[in-house]
């Protein structure tokens, strides 16, 4: 698959004649299991598929790690070309059309607690649900009546995740517990998470505001082709590459 | 060089000539696969939710050939041979559900895990619209039936339960429709219950749940946690809507027709 992709990608710019330019500046996000800073990113599914297409318009391609304000601050500043993977739920950040994945909210457990099917709303009434402060909580969790705890706002995912194990509340509102429940994760061996099937948001990559329009169209271009015939999603769930 | 891209160009356009198909045979063979597919998941509920042993059928090619399998049993006719290249590209979105799934379905200290049929279809249905490639399909029923309000029926749904409610109809085919007033190809499949179906759709005493305990121990809630809803093998149990707008049909037949480079792009996923 990853011959295929690179043939797409040599291909794609074959015939639509798109020549290779310069160096662009990438930033990148913490966003663990896609992008994960505690290990080398370049082995990062994300990393790799972003790396790929865009080395298919320009010479070089230059990533640097941020915090997410950081890197938020930064592209504000046109002083990157890009950044991802973001969420843009309070931000009004130029970026890609297609996101580059979708996120699914749902809730972790202890797996004593573990409540698989999530659209049986009735099962959440009453049911502690510790949430930080400003994450986007669906409707039909708020009118299925649990009893949200709101951390601090200082706290982060992780002080939730902590703070669910300390049985502080019975379930956690994760906005992407795929980050939580996975094979790489040892606290999956504790935490069990189910997701609120139908409700997915974009993952996007952020674009600097005065990118010249060129630019843009053919960056658009390359991420739109390259996912359409072989979305990220696809390439990060096939094993072993 | 120039002769052996020649000649893969030309297999490649003439193979796609080959899959040009009629649209409600085409949109036939969707849903007998997406049904082949949700009995499979129910035929592998226990391997799904015991905890613990080998369960690499349940992912990768190896999971393709039990559906294709399945299909021949359950259809009484062999898997489409030449594939679509939206076929191949379902039988893939099943797989990467699956494998989505693999930490959940691996978890050795869970029993039940919550992937049945419908949550299978569910997601596999919600991922192929994720991909933009213009089919949607939807499980759905009546209002006041369905137990995901995601799954509510839209007007021509209701028209068309309506239909078999009042007659014999194996299926409805419907090329005058529109959805989001673009012209579409619409089909509607009522679903048979098995009866497995029972297992959660059914009476009480049809619940796994309730095994073994006396009536009065019975609970009406199924182990999804939703309630029972008292069906029977004779109960309208709702069904697969699938739509397909016609431009995207159009796209999909003529993208091979069309030029080289969609060839290549129709072709890719039938290359992995």
Redesign the interface.
Known sequence: MQKQLYLFIYLSFFFTGVTLAETIKVGIVDFPPHINFIKNIEEDKAYRYVDRVLKGIYAEVEFIRYAREDGIAEIEKGSIDLLFPLTLTNQTLRHLTKPLFRMVPGLCFKKENFIPILSAAHRLKGLSIGVLPGTPVLPIVKDAGANFIVLANNDSLAKGIEMLIAEQYVAFYHPNPMEVYHDKNPLSKVLACSKFLGYPSGVYIAVKENMDEKAYQSIERAFSRALEINSYEQYFWKRNE | MVKTLGLLLLLLHSNCFAQVSNPENFISDISKIFTASMYHIFKNQALINQKGGDKSSLFGDKFIEDIKQTYRQKHHQSFPEKSSRLQTLLL?TMV?VM??S???I??E??G?????PA?FA??VS??LS???IGIKIKFTNMIGSV????NLPDAWEIKAMNKFKNSKLVSLFDDTSLMNNIPSYRYFLPMKLDKFCLNCHGKPSDNPLNRDKDISEYTHIDM???PMENWTLASFAGGMSITIYKKDFMELEELCKSN??SS??CH?FS??
């Open positions: 893939k990467e494998e989505e693999r930490t959940l691996n978890d200290a869970l039940f895990k919550g992937l049945i949550i569910f997601q919600e991922k994720r991909k933009g137990r995901n309000p995601l999804t946690g939703f080289y480079i290549f792009t890719f290359l992995e």
